[in-house]
């Protein structure tokens, strides 16, 4: 079945580290995405990629960085920088027209302890 | 021009009761408005989508009502389930590319907490 993993599901970082989220899709969808979701606040864009080895900034991407490396491949890293970390962290692939077939995965959770 | 006002923040509706949300937007170019349902620990699921050539599109106990000239589109819950009881997101997008990056995203509202009670 087509879709897109996201791992870990949870996942703790004590303050100052970095860590990194995967997201893997098998949609062969084009563009990717990373949104933040907090209670109340709805869903933020930190970063998408259309192409391979292309990305952009969304409204939130500092203290974020990304790579697209390959199609199927779209990893978070949360850095240190990031000061308010904790959050659920979706990830989502489009093909490059317009928003059908918008896909999410099933989020990993981000605990600063 | 690329907000998306969704109302209300919450929701309450008794079992059986009908479950409004409503969501407004600026951008003309708009022509692809789905409908996405999350449940708590849950990414988010399309729900429902229609196209402006259209004012209603029915699945099931899902409708969605569009008014393209008052830029405003709606989503009713028929026989409200506490199994609906859920987040969801109306969003809105250009199939045709539009100026700047980002062309293709989903632009979404802020969400709607309903919750069902028996």
């Known amino acids: 079945d087509g879709g897109i993993t996201q791992s870990p599901k949870y996942l703790f970082r004590k303050e100052g580290q970095n860590v990194t989220l995967s997201c893997e899709q098998n949609?062969?969808?084009?563009?990717m995405y990373w949104y933040r979701q907090d209670p109340g606040q709805g869903l933020r864009l930190i970063y998408y990629?259309?192409?391979?080895?292309?990305?952009q900034k969304g409204d939130i991407a500092e203290g974020y960085s990304v790579s697209r490396e390959k199609k199927e491949s779209f990893p978070l890293t949360v850095t240190s920088a990031q000061k308010n970390p904790t959050a659920f962290y979706l990830c989502?692939?489009?093909?490059?027209?317009?928003?059908?077939?918008?896909?999410f995965g099933s989020g990993t959770r981000l605990t600063v302890v | 021009q690329q907000q998306v006002k969704q109302s209300p923040q919450s929701l309450i509706v008794q079992k059986g009761g009908i479950s409004i949300i409503n969501c407004a937007y600026e951008?003309?170019?708009?022509?692809?408005f789905p409908w996405y349902q999350q449940f708590p620990g849950k990414g988010p699921a399309l729900l429902i989508a229609?196209?402006?050539?259209?004012s209603e599109k029915k699945e099931g106990r899902f409708t969605i009502s569009f008014n393209k000239s008052a830029k405003q589109f709606s989503l009713h819950i028929m026989d409200s389930q506490p199994g609906d009881s859920a987040t969801y997101f109306c969003a809105a997008s250009s199939f045709a590319p539009l100026s700047g990056a980002g062309s293709y995203q989903l632009t979404f509202g802020k969400g709607t907490k309903l919750s069902v009670i028996p």
């Open positions: 949609l062969n969808h084009d563009a």
């Open positions: 989502a692939s489009s093909p490059f027209r317009g928003g059908v077939g918008y896909t």
């Open positions: 229609i196209r402006p050539d259209v």
């Open positions: 951008n003309t170019a708009f022509d692809y």
């Open positions: 990629s259309q192409i391979v080895n292309d990305f």
